[in-house]
């Protein structure tokens, strides 16, 4: 019998809810035998959706939830008022250890409220950033933070180089991964106020592969595994980085279709070329992990498909079994103990 990761998915959550999400929740099930969904939501409606579809009955679970939280509702005043939403009872799913972890695709305030108000913090977390991975020249680098503390200090950026860390180390897989801090030039006294406090904090901590500072026109070469900045910047780079993709994207295509020779061109070259942009394909690696968290809140598009719900389910089986959060948390103790110490 395998062990069991067990998955709260917000199927209201989402401009594709809840058809994309169930969708994606059947593709996981499907694929994985390790893997069982709770579905939160309007059970007739989720019933409904799910009749079209066959799948493992054993391993997908619809709990009720009769309210939704709408992307344009203050963060705080919807957590708190609408407790039989969707999200809200599936992040609580996870707070009472029924479920490992938990999946959305719906407000990204609200799931980042109810991360810290509701799942809450690992202790000695000072933040919990949001870390999504990029596609680059290399594979992928990790974004930390994206979204989560625009306002952050330079203790918050070294326990986001270290849970960064981890999560590249043991759930993407790369050893040693390297650490650097956004800045506007490679000279280390370059860099705003935050820069310069964070860059020599970084610098001398010993469980990360610091290698200093990173210009964002070198981030999608792949220059450093983790990439450390505080989430104005961080969000910034994303929108920016998902932009120009997307416009690049599109103007190649309507580039292959202006005349028949570039038609001609375009059959050509259109199995290595779609092959180059699936690399570069952000749904392939699943949703964005709010790291710190005593349980693992993974955010995914709003208007993700079925494929990106199917993987950042998927992705939580790997972080359950590598144990990422008792990691996290021993990784922030021993530095509490050895600060104590100095």
């Given at each position: 019998m395998p062990d069991i990761t067990v998955v709260a998915v917000d199927a209201m959550g989402g401009d594709h809810a809840p058809v994309e999400i169930v969708k994606g929740a059947v593709e996981a099930v499907n694929q994985r035998k390790d893997i069982k969904v709770l579905l939160t939501g309007s059970e007739v409606l989720l019933k409904s959706v799910l009749a079209e579809y066959t799948y493992p009955e054993n391993q997908i679970e619809i709990i009720d939830a009769k309210e939704v939280i709408e992307t344009a509702e203050p963060p705080v005043k919807a957590i708190r008022s609408k407790k039989d939403s969707s999200l809200v009872v599936a992040m609580n799913?996870?707070?009472?250890?029924?479920?490992?972890?938990?999946?959305?695709?719906?407000?990204?305030?609200?799931?980042?409220?109810?991360?810290?108000?509701?799942?809450?913090?690992?202790?000695?977390?000072?933040?919990?950033?949001?870390?999504?991975?990029?596609?680059?020249?290399?594979?992928?680098?990790?974004?930390?933070?994206?979204?989560?503390?625009?306002?952050?200090?330079?203790?918050?950026?070294?326990?986001?180089?270290?849970?960064?860390?981890?999560?590249?180390?043991?759930?993407?897989?790369?050893?040693?991964?390297?650490?650097?801090?956004?800045?506007?030039?490679?000279?280390?006294?370059?860099?705003?106020?935050?820069?310069?406090?964070?860059?020599?904090?970084?610098k001398a901590c010993k469980d990360i592969n610091f290698i200093g500072s990173v210009e964002a026109r070198e981030i999608p070469y792949g220059a450093v595994d983790v990439i450390v900045c505080e989430a104005f910047v961080g969000n910034v780079i994303l929108k920016l980085y998902e932009g120009v993709g997307s416009a690049l994207t599109k103007k190649i295509k309507n580039g292959m279709m202006g005349s028949l020779r570039s038609k001609i061109g375009a059959l050509l070259v259109k199995p290595a070329l779609k092959a180059t942009l699936k690399d570069f394909d952000s749904s392939g690696y699943g949703g964005a992990p709010l790291l710190g968290l005593n349980g693992l809140v993974v955010k995914t598009h709003g208007n993700a498909t079925s494929k990106e719900v199917c993987n950042s389910i998927i992705q939580c089986v790997t972080f359950k079994r590598q144990r990422i959060n008792e990691k996290i948390q021993e990784v922030i103790q021993l530095s509490q103990e050895e600060n104590k110490e100095d």
């Open positions: 799913l996870v707070k009472k250890k029924q479920a490992d972890a938990f999946v959305s695709a719906g407000s990204t305030g609200a799931i980042l409220v109810g991360g810290q108000v509701i799942v809450g913090r690992i202790k000695g977390v000072e933040r919990a950033p949001l870390a999504p991975l990029l596609p680059t020249m290399t594979g992928v680098s990790l974004l930390i933070d994206c979204g989560a503390n625009v306002d952050a200090r330079a203790s918050h950026l070294l326990q986001f180089a270290k849970m960064g860390s981890i999560y590249m180390e043991h759930v993407i897989g790369k050893k040693n991964p390297t650490v650097g801090i956004v800045n506007i030039g490679a000279e280390e006294e370059k860099g705003n106020a935050l820069v310069k406090e964070a860059y020599p904090m970084l």
